[in-house]
């Protein structure tokens, strides 16, 4: 296959270098182009609020005499990991779907599968009930709250594609959406919500802002073009600044998170290291490098790693010390 072919089958700003194309059949490259299986980073963003919730819940002190206990929390995080994936690709193909005459408008978007026909809108759907099967598969193993609660979150997802044509916010609907899973994972291990969980979900957001603006920075000439809006350009030239109060935002309310659940050190310093990881991206952000836009924001997934190492290992020391003593 030449390499114009390969180029033909490709988007333009996903990594030539992925998975997708080194071991997928090349019928289902369009496919997965869709689900942006070939930019995990998506996902990872989508499912880092779930597992920092779902580690929140497990370094509750006495929560193993609830029943949910290490075990569980491993077999929630394999869920939620399913079930982010799935639901992450469902969200980006029906988002194609709405976006496609705006998309080939845009030079880094027009490759994409829709307007670039090499999918049709009829495909695309069933490609969206096939991957929102799997994602009620995954909500079905929960209790009947968190069923509840999930089915909830699908109203921003059908939102937020619009939400470029009517606010300069469209970042703040994508953290309503992207951040539901800070309270999917306590209700997972409870059956129900507190008041911590709700404080994470509103530091997820804040946290989404802030990520979502440095990628949008990528497009803003095109978004000019186009009639679309973002907090790029919104915020301008005083994107920095905007920054330092969204990623202290954040940090300040999953702060308060943390003391609502009773989370032991480790969960402190995961979050002062997430903290020095934000202020890096700050320090470092170019408005006017794209490329350099483009990595800041996928760091973005390292910060949520490092978040939920610290609460992990809270909810290992949690386990520990709920043990029996050995005479």
């Known amino acids: 296959m030449s390499q114009t072919d390969l180029s033909d089958a490709r988007v333009a700003d996903a990594p030539s270098r992925n998975f997708v194309y080194r071991t997928l059949p090349r019928w289902l490259w369009p496919y997965a182009q869709l689900a942006r299986w070939d930019r995990p980073i998506g996902w990872q963003l989508l499912l880092w609020p779930c597992l920092w919730s779902a580690a929140l819940a497990a370094n509750v002190p006495g929560v193993a005499e609830t029943g949910y206990g290490i075990g569980a929390f ?13 639901m992450r690709g469902a969200g980006c193909t029906y988002n194609d779907l709405v976006d496609q005459r705006i998309d080939d408008q845009v030079a880094r978007t027009r490759s994409r599968p829709l307007p670039s026909g090499r ?37 921003f997802v059908a939102i937020y594609p619009f939400a470029k044509r009517f606010t300069d916010w469209p970042q703040f609907f994508l953290g309503l959406a992207f951040s539901w899973g800070a309270l999917m994972g306590w209700a997972a291990a409870f059956g129900g919500l507190a008041l911590a969980p709700v404080v994470l979900y509103a530091g997820a957001i804040l946290w989404t802002i802030g990520y979502d603006t440095i990628y949008a920075h990528q497009d803003k000439e095109d978004d000019v073009l186009v009639g679309v809006r973002s907090t790029a350009l919104l915020f301008g030239t005083n994107t920095r600044q905007w920054l330092i109060g969204m990623f202290t935002g954040a940090v300040v309310l999953i702060a308060l998170a943390l003391a609502l659940a009773g989370a032991s ?21 170019n408005i006017d490098d794209a490329d350099q836009c483009l990595a800041l924001f996928k760091s973005n997934s390292q910060a949520g790693l490092i978040l939920f190492i610290g609460l992990t290992l809270g909810a290992l020391a949690n386990a520990i010390t709920a043990l029996p003593p050995v005479y």
């Not at 491993?74 to 994936?85: D, Y």
């Open 265 to 285: 050190l480790w969960a402190y310093l995961g979050l002062a290291a997430a903290a020095a990881h934000f202020a890096y991206q700050v320090h470092r952000l």
């Open 74 to 86: 491993v077999w929630h995080s394999i869920l939620f990991t399913i079930g982010a994936i799935a």
């Open 119 to 155: 999918v049709s809108r009829n495909q695309a759907k069933i490609f969206i009930a096939a991957q929102a099967l799997v994602g009620l598969l995954v909500l079905l193993q929960f209790n009947l709250f968190a069923i509840l609660l999930g089915f909830a979150s699908l109203a």
